[in-house]
T-cell receptor, first 115, second 115 residues
Framework: AQSVTQPDIHITVSEGASLELRCNYS??????LFWYVQSPGQGLQLLLK??????LVQGIKGFEAEFKRSQSSFNLRKPSVHWSDAAEYFC?????????????FGTGTLLAVQP | KAGVTQTPRYLIKTRGQQVTLSCSPI?????VSWYQQTPGQGLQFLFE???????NKGNFPGRFSGRQFSNSRSEMNVSTLELGDSALYLC??????????????FGNGTRLTVT
């Protein structure tokens, strides 16, 4: 079955510290991969996406993610976290080449940033 | 360019009633998808419309339905509401013509509370 696993439900980091959020997927073939962020009371905002090519992708707000095919992972990283990064982060996968925009989301990781 | 607009933002209904939620996509976007977000089940795909046709459907009962109009605006309807239908309903639009090559842009959602 297709699924996305975000093993960390809640993470707390200090402002200025580095961050890594984990994402593993189970899929028949290499899917399209996405990271979205959701602030309280808001919808989801796309941080970055992986379609093909360079396995290290850059996104908005200083985030990057690395696709590792051998580990079926797509971890999100940021070298220095800002207080405004506190939010919930979702990893998602979508089918390649199909005529659909359906995404399968992980359960999310809630990030808290302490001063 | 205006983003995805969902109305209303908040809704309170009683069990057994029906409800209609509205979504206006980004101008030029022809695909509209709907997701249900709850603390227990996370983000779950409801359905997707493209050029007024439903092209994908999630695993929800027939009480959940939707439609898309010629101007790409979409509505979803839930009949015979149950307490478990309380959730944040998110609409997302995309160009949609090449499946997941077109990232989703989410609205801020409609918060439905069923009492």
């Amino acid at each position: 079955a297709q699924s996305v696993t975000q093993p960390d439900i809640h993470i707390t980091v200090s402002e200025g510290a580095s961050l890594e959020l984990r994402c593993n997927y189970s899929y028949g073939a290499t899917p399209y991969l996405f990271w979205y962020v959701q602030s309280p009371g808001q919808g989801l905002q796309l941080l970055l996406k992986y379609f093909s090519g360079d396995t290290l992708v850059q996104g908005i707000k200083g985030f990057e993610a690395e696709f590792k095919r051998s580990q079926s992972s797509f971890n999100l990283r940021k070298p220095s976290v800002h207080w405004s990064d506190a939010a919930e982060y979702f990893c998602a996968v979508g089918a390649r080449g199909g005529a659909t925009n359906k995404l399968i989301f992980g359960t999310g990781t809630l990030l808290a940033v302490q001063p | 360019k205006a983003g995805v607009t969902q109305t209303p933002r908040y809704l309170i209904k009683t069990r057994g009633q029906q409800v209609t939620l509205s979504c206006s996509p980004i101008s030029g976007h022809r695909s509209v998808s709907w997701y249900q977000q709850t603390p227990g089940q996370g983000l779950q795909f409801l359905f997707e419309y493209f050029s007024e046709t439903q092209r994908n459907k999630g695993n929800f009962p027939g009480r959940f339905s939707g439609r898309q109009f010629s101007n790409s605006r979409s509505e979803m309807n839930v009949s015979t509401l149950e307490l478990g239908d309380s959730a944040l309903y998110l609409c997302a639009s995309s160009l949609g013509d090449r499946g997941n090559n077109s990232p989703l842009h989410f609205g801020n959602g409609t918060r439905l509370t069923v009492t």
